[in-house]
C-alpha cells in the first residue's frame, strides 16, 4: 500500500511538472516579466501561415466584399484570434462593455485577449441612430469600452472599427500603410450610414484623422452625419522630426523606433518607422499645404477634447483646423460646437471663442486631477474607473523611459510616481512619471458630450 501512495505522489508530481499544469500565464501576470519581453519581443511579432497547427492560410478581410458590418465583425475577430500571438490569453479586465458582448455571445467570465481588442457593436432594439467610433495608431477598440457605455445609455448603436494592422502585434505595423486605414473607414462609414438614420463619428488621434479625411474628399455629405466627436485628433505631429520616418524606414533592416516589452494587450508599445509615415502621410492630407486647395469642408457640428500639453499631436495646429471647419458653417451651427480644452485658455486661437463654446475645466484642491500633471494625449477617453487604465489599474504607461532601465524600473514599481503627458518639464522632476492613461476629467466631459448631443439631435 506504501508503495501505490508513493507511486501516486509521483504521478502527481509528474502531472503538476507538465507545462500544461502550471499556472497559466494571464495579461496581468507577464507585466512582471517586462525586462526579459523587451529583450526577446517575445509579443512583438504577428503569427505567421508557418504558425497555424492546421497549416491553413491566415484570416484577412477583403472590405470590397463584405454584404453587412456583421460580416465585418465575424472576420475581424477571426484575423485577431489567427494573427496575435496571445489571442487565447486570459485578461481578467472585465469591463461594462465585454459583459454586454459576454452574454450576447455567451463567453466566460474572464475574457480572452481576443475578446477585448476585437472590433464591436453594441446594438439596441428597434432604433435608427448609431455611433461609429475610430481608434487611434497602435490603439485597439478597447480605447473605447469606456465610452461605449455613454452612448449605449442614450440610445445609440455603439460600433467600432478595428484599424488594418491593428488588435495583433506591433510588426503588422511594418508592413501597412494609411490606403488599407483608409479603406477600412470607408467601409465602416458607408455602411453605417446605410443602415441607420442619425449617425454619429468619432474619433481618437489618427481616428479623427482619417474621419476628416473621409469627409474633405466628399463634395457633398450625407445629411444622416448629425455630429462629429473628435479626441486628441491627429492634425500634425508634436515632433518636427516626423516626417523623416518614412526616408529611415526605407533603409533596410532598421525597422523600429522603440523596442518595448508589449505587455499592454490594448495598445502596442514597440514603434516601427513605417507606423510614423504612414500617419504623417495620412496627416499631410488633411492639413498639409497642398491639401488645403482642395479639401471640402461641411456643415457639421464638433465635439473636440484636446490638450495643450498633447505631446504627440500638436494641439495649435489641430485648433487652427477645428477653425477653418466651423468657419465654413453658419452661425447657428457653429454654436452647436463644443471644445474642452486641458490647458491655459489664453493660449487659444483669437476667433476659436467666437465659433464654438470653449470649455476650460477647472480643478478643485480635493478633485482627482489635483495630483495630475497635465492630461496626455492618450488619456483622453478613458474612464478613472477603467479596470485596466484606470486609477486602479496595474498597468503603467512607462515606455518613455525604456532607454533608462533604472527609470523604467522605478516606474513600474515605485509606489510614489507622478502622473501626467510626458513633457520635458515633468521627465525632469524627482519622481518617476507615469504617462497619464486616464480623464480625470471624465465625468465632466461625458456633461458636456449630453449636452452636444441634445443640441445637434
Same mark, same amino acid.
Given at each position: 500500500?506504501?508503495?501505490?501512495?508513493?507511486?501516486?505522489?509521483?504521478?502527481?508530481?509528474?502531472?503538476?511538472?507538465?507545462?500544461?499544469?502550471?499556472?497559466?500565464?494571464?495579461?496581468?501576470?507577464?507585466?512582471?516579466?517586462?525586462?526579459?519581453?523587451?529583450?526577446?519581443?517575445?509579443?512583438?511579432?504577428?503569427?505567421?501561415?508557418?504558425?497555424?497547427?492546421?497549416?491553413?492560410?491566415?484570416?484577412?478581410?477583403?472590405?470590397?466584399?463584405?454584404?453587412?458590418?456583421?460580416?465585418?465583425?465575424?472576420?475581424?475577430?477571426?484575423?485577431?484570434?489567427?494573427?496575435?500571438?496571445?489571442?487565447?490569453?486570459?485578461?481578467?479586465?472585465?469591463?461594462?462593455?465585454?459583459?454586454? #458582448? *459576454? +452574454?450576447?455571445?455567451?463567453?466566460?467570465?474572464?475574457?480572452?485577449?481576443?475578446? @477585448?481588442? &476585437?472590433?464591436?457593436?453594441? $446594438?439596441?432594439?428597434?432604433?435608427?441612430?448609431?455611433?461609429?467610433?475610430?481608434?487611434?495608431?497602435?490603439?485597439?477598440?478597447?480605447?473605447?469600452?469606456?465610452?461605449?457605455?455613454?452612448?449605449?445609455?442614450?440610445?445609440?448603436?455603439?460600433?467600432?472599427?478595428?484599424?488594418?494592422?491593428?488588435?495583433?502585434?506591433?510588426?503588422?505595423?511594418?508592413?501597412?500603410?494609411?490606403?488599407?486605414?483608409?479603406?477600412?473607414?470607408?467601409?465602416?462609414?458607408?455602411?453605417?450610414?446605410?443602415?441607420?438614420?442619425?449617425?454619429?463619428?468619432?474619433?481618437?488621434?489618427?481616428?479623427?484623422?482619417?474621419?476628416?479625411?473621409?469627409?474633405?474628399?466628399?463634395?457633398?455629405?450625407?445629411?444622416?452625419?448629425?455630429?462629429?466627436?473628435?479626441?486628441?485628433?491627429?492634425?500634425?505631429?508634436?515632433?518636427?522630426?516626423?516626417? #523623416? *520616418? +518614412?526616408?529611415?524606414?526605407?533603409?533596410?533592416?532598421?525597422?523600429?523606433?522603440? @523596442?518595448? &516589452?508589449?505587455?499592454?494587450? $490594448?495598445?502596442?508599445?514597440?514603434?516601427?518607422?513605417?507606423?510614423?509615415?504612414?500617419?504623417?502621410?495620412?496627416?499631410?492630407?488633411?492639413?498639409?499645404?497642398?491639401?488645403?486647395?482642395?479639401?471640402?469642408?461641411?456643415?457639421?457640428?464638433?465635439?473636440?477634447?484636446?490638450?495643450?500639453?498633447?505631446?504627440?499631436?500638436?494641439?495649435?495646429?489641430?485648433?487652427?483646423?477645428?477653425?477653418?471647419?466651423?468657419?465654413?458653417?453658419?452661425?447657428?451651427?457653429?454654436?452647436?460646437?463644443?471644445?474642452?480644452?486641458?490647458?491655459?485658455?489664453?493660449?487659444?486661437?483669437?476667433?476659436?471663442?467666437?465659433?464654438?463654446?470653449?470649455?476650460?475645466?477647472?480643478?478643485?484642491?480635493?478633485?482627482?486631477?489635483?495630483?495630475?500633471?497635465?492630461?496626455?494625449?492618450?488619456?483622453?477617453?478613458?474612464?478613472?474607473?477603467?479596470?485596466?487604465?484606470?486609477?486602479?489599474?496595474?498597468?503603467?504607461?512607462?515606455?518613455?523611459?525604456?532607454?533608462?532601465?533604472?527609470?523604467?524600473?522605478?516606474?513600474?514599481?515605485?509606489?510614489?510616481?507622478?502622473?501626467?503627458?510626458?513633457?520635458?518639464?515633468?521627465?525632469?522632476?524627482?519622481?518617476?512619471?507615469?504617462?497619464?492613461?486616464?480623464?480625470?476629467?471624465?465625468?465632466?466631459?461625458?456633461?458636456?458630450?449630453?449636452?452636444?448631443?441634445?443640441?445637434?439631435?
Amino acid at each position: 500500500m506504501k508503495s501505490v501512495n508513493q507511486y501516486l505522489i509521483l504521478l502527481l508530481w509528474l502531472v503538476s511538472s507538465l507545462p500544461f499544469a502550471q499556472a497559466q500565464e494571464d495579461c496581468l501576470s507577464i507585466q512582471d516579466d517586462y525586462v526579459s519581453l523587451i529583450e526577446s519581443g517575445k509579443y512583438r511579432f504577428a503569427n505567421t501561415p508557418a504558425d497555424n497547427a492546421k497549416g491553413e492560410p491566415l484570416a484577412s478581410i477583403n472590405f470590397d466584399k463584405l454584404s453587412s458590418y456583421q460580416a465585418y465583425l465575424d472576420g475581424a475577430y477571426q484575423v485577431v484570434v489567427d494573427k496575435n500571438p496571445r489571442a487565447n490569453m486570459p485578461c481578467p479586465i472585465v469591463t461594462k462593455t465585454y459583459q454586454q #458582448l *459576454a +452574454k450576447k455571445n455567451q463567453w466566460s467570465k474572464t475574457p480572452k485577449i481576443s475578446q @477585448l481588442v &476585437a472590433p464591436f457593436e453594441l $446594438a439596441q432594439e428597434n432604433n435608427d441612430k448609431a455611433i461609429l467610433l475610430i481608434h487611434g495608431l497602435t490603439d485597439s477598440p478597447f480605447s473605447f469600452h469606456d465610452l461605449s457605455q455613454f452612448f449605449y445609455q442614450q440610445g445609440f448603436t455603439v460600433r467600432t472599427l478595428l484599424l488594418p494592422g491593428h488588435g495583433v502585434a506591433p510588426s503588422e505595423l511594418v508592413h501597412t500603410d494609411y490606403e488599407k486605414w483608409q479603406q477600412a473607414a470607408t467601409f465602416a462609414i458607408d455602411q453605417t450610414l446605410n443602415d441607420y438614420q442619425q449617425v454619429y463619428l468619432g474619433g481618437l488621434s489618427t481616428g479623427g484623422a482619417l474621419i476628416f479625411n473621409y469627409l474633405m474628399q466628399q463634395q457633398q455629405v450625407d445629411e444622416k452625419i448629425k455630429g462629429l466627436f473628435m479626441w486628441s485628433p491627429a492634425s500634425k505631429a508634436k515632433s518636427d522630426l516626423a516626417w #523623416l *520616418a +518614412k526616408y529611415i524606414d526605407g533603409i533596410p533592416f532598421i525597422d523600429w523606433i522603440d @523596442l518595448d &516589452a508589449d505587455i499592454d494587450f $490594448a495598445k502596442y508599445e514597440s514603434f516601427p518607422y513605417n507606423a510614423g509615415a504612414q500617419v504623417h502621410a495620412l496627416m499631410k492630407l488633411v492639413v498639409g499645404e497642398g491639401a488645403n486647395a482642395s479639401r471640402q469642408m461641411h456643415d457639421i457640428p464638433l465635439f473636440v477634447v484636446a490638450s495643450e500639453h498633447d505631446q504627440t499631436i500638436d494641439t495649435a495646429h489641430t485648433l487652427q483646423l477645428v477653425q477653418q471647419w466651423l468657419l465654413a458653417s453658419p452661425i447657428a451651427q457653429m454654436k452647436k460646437s463644443m471644445l474642452i480644452y486641458y490647458g491655459d485658455n489664453n493660449k487659444l486661437p483669437s476667433r476659436l471663442v467666437d465659433v464654438m463654446e470653449v470649455i476650460v475645466p477647472e480643478c478643485s484642491p480635493e478633485s482627482l486631477c489635483s495630483e495630475i500633471f497635465d492630461v496626455a494625449h492618450i488619456a483622453t477617453t478613458n474612464s478613472p474607473n477603467n479596470p485596466h487604465y484606470g486609477v486602479n489599474g496595474q498597468y503603467r504607461n512607462c515606455g518613455h523611459y525604456v532607454t533608462d532601465a533604472p527609470r523604467y524600473k522605478a516606474c513600474k514599481h515605485n509606489k510614489q510616481v507622478i502622473k501626467g503627458e510626458v513633457t520635458a518639464m515633468n521627465l525632469t522632476r524627482d519622481l518617476p512619471m507615469q504617462r497619464l492613461t486616464y480623464n480625470p476629467y471624465y465625468q465632466e466631459m461625458l456633461e458636456a458630450m449630453t449636452v452636444f448631443l441634445r443640441n445637434t439631435d
